[in-house]
């Protein structure tokens, strides 16, 4: 038999590339890619379904660590949000998937990877591209872009194939990880429309105001509320606070790789915090030039990361720059937690370049004299003074 290996998440497309590619005389071994989406009973049902579907084993791969390491952390280290708004969730997690697919793939000697993405959206180019490069030797297959398939199709296969399982369409689509849960519904297809409350898995459960502590070791998250723990899982610990407060929702608009433009709701209230607090306190312990230079490098990042270029060389390039940036940026953060919002209030660093001892903004100087303040003046305004005399 013809050894194959599907990106199985339990979905409709999924079910229905495993059903078809099992009838038509291929060894389906299914894998699902754990990035923080899944709970111990999710893994066991999507286990026992796939099996129904007649696929020839089952795994489930755990790479939230991984996902960290390897990604979450240097969008951490880049204050990454697309278009200033969106902290690049689940295009993030699909990079990291579709590596350790295409690794399981070459481990078992497959000679082929399908994936059920259809033709109009951005996991396609993703999916395809990592699986290029890692396995240029193994055919990439894809049934629901090639036959180019309708919801109401795949349901009636399947059930015409003894599948009675329940594909009633959600309401809202909902893809959760560990960098945040996106939310796709009727009205993000609209320019004009908001999600409703009831759209946002996480409701508002707490009221009133709670101040928080996130420290920093070298640009990672390693305590939280002074307890010590891994950046992933003092992620998912503040996640979980967070979320209670119903703090980071919002509707990110963006260019998809294919050209068109695209609208997704989500909630990320870690990965949002986490960001603006680590980017307070870089702004306290970095140099004017680390900031500038860091601030158009990860914008490239960002991009890069989203469009599947993760595995091009260039990236591991910034990577370094990024790390190297990090060397100094240690110390506490405090925040205040409402509902539906948060507040960073200060840090606490001893590489804070905010020191007294070198005077305070517009208030007191130790550092120069008044003579050396007006000649440093002189000289910086030279440039532009010669300027307007000569073309005035």
Avoid at 54 to 72: E, L, M, P
Avoid at 162 to 188: D, F, H, P, Q, R
Avoid at 202 to 223: C, D, H, I, P, Y
């Amino acid at each position: 038999m013809k050894k194959l290996v599907i990106a199985y998440s339990g979905g409709l497309d999924t079910s229905y590339c495993a059903v078809s590619l099992s009838k038509a005389g291929y060894e389906v071994h299914a894998v699902s890619v754990n990035t923080g989406g899944f709970t111990q009973k999710e893994i066991t049902n999507i286990e026992a379904n796939a099996y129904k579907m007649g696929v020839s084993t089952y795994k489930n791969i755990n790479a939230v660590t991984t996902f960290y390491q390897k990604v979450v952390k240097y969008l951490i280290f880049g204050n990454v949000l697309k278009n200033n708004t969106y902290p690049l969730s689940v295009s993030a997690e699909r990079i990291i998937q579709a590596i350790e697919i295409a690794n399981y793939a070459k481990s078992i000697g497959a000679k082929y990877i399908a994936h059920g993405s259809t033709g109009a959206g951005n996991d396609q180019v993703r999916f395809d591209m990592i699986f290029q490069t890692i396995t240029p030797d193994i055919q990439i297959i894809t049934p629901i872009r090639e036959q180019q398939l309708s919801r109401q199709k795949e349901i009636k296969y399947l059930k015409d194939n003894g599948i009675e399982l329940s594909w009633e369409k959600a309401k809202y689509s909902i893809n959760k990880g560990l960098w945040g849960t996106s939310v796709g519904g009727e009205e993000t297809l609209t320019s004009h429309k908001a999600l409703p409350e009831k759209a946002y898995p996480s409701q508002l459960e707490r009221t009133g105001e709670e101040q928080v502590k996130l420290t920093f070791k070298n640009g990672e998250f390693v305590a939280f509320n002074t307890v010590y723990d891994t950046p992933e899982k003092n992620i998912q610990k503040l996640n979980k606070l967070a979320s209670s407060y119903a703090i980071g929702r919002d509707i990110h608009v963006g260019d998809t790789i294919v050209g068109i433009k695209g609208r997704v709701g989500f909630e990320a209230a870690a990965a949002l915090i986490i960001i603006k607090a680590h980017h307070l306190l870089e702004k306290h312990t970095l140099t004017k030039w680390q900031l500038q230079h860091k601030e158009y490098l990860t914008s490239f990042y960002g991009m890069h990361l989203h469009e599947g270029q993760y595995l091009d060389p260039v990236m591991r390039n910034i990577e370094a720059f990024l790390t190297s940036s990090q060397k100094k940026v240690t110390g506490d953060v405090f925040l205040t937690l409402k509902p539906y919002h948060f507040q960073l209030d200060g840090i606490n660093s001893k590489y804070d370049l905010m020191n007294a001892k070198f005077g305070s903004y517009g208030e007191e100087n130790n550092s120069w004299t008044s003579d050396e303040a007006k000649g440093f003046i002189k000289i910086l305004g030279n440039q532009n003074k010669i300027y307007q005399q000569v073309n005035s």
